[in-house]
């Protein structure tokens, strides 16, 4: 069975800092690219960053952009999200994802697991 598991979340103050992880079990991942992505409260799912299955190439959302830094360890089958700068906005449920392909991508169609999230909450 394929899993996905994110741990890291939890409270912080507007400014402050969080680090997530995500463990994939079940298949290889090396040859994956991943993705972080959020649901906040009444609104659509968005992308966060995505990386390839080398770590060589990132893409970020505008809005995180500079504050926030994806990156994976193949031998570990796990990434991570340095979230760096958290704002109010920043609050919202972070899912982790795999996909079959090697190359990243922000859209979420193409995401074959899923993790079941790790709640983020930003406020002083």
């Known amino acids: 069975q394929v899993q996905l598991i994110e741990s890291g979340g939890g409270s912080v103050q507007p400014g402050g800092s969080l680090r997530l992880s995500c463990v994939g079990s079940?298949?290889?991942?090396?040859?994956?690219?991943m993705a972080w992505f959020r649901r906040a409260p009444g609104k659509e799912r968005e992308p966060v960053a995505a990386?390839?299955?080398?770590?060589?190439?990132?893409y970020y959302s505008d809005s995180v952009r500079g504050r926030f830094t994806i990156s994976r360890d193949n031998a570990k089958s796990t990434q991570y999200l340095q979230m760096n700068d958290l704002k109010p906005e920043d609050t919202a449920v972070y899912y982790c994802?795999?996909?079959?392909?090697?190359?990243?991508?922000?859209?979420?169609?193409?995401?074959?697991?899923w993790g079941q999230g790790t709640q983020v909450t930003v406020s002083s």
């Open positions: 990386i390839d299955w080398s770590g060589e190439t990132t």
């Open positions: 079940g298949r290889p991942f090396r040859n994956s690219a």
């Open positions: 994802a795999a996909t079959n392909l090697a190359l990243a991508t922000m859209n979420d169609l193409l995401y074959d697991y």
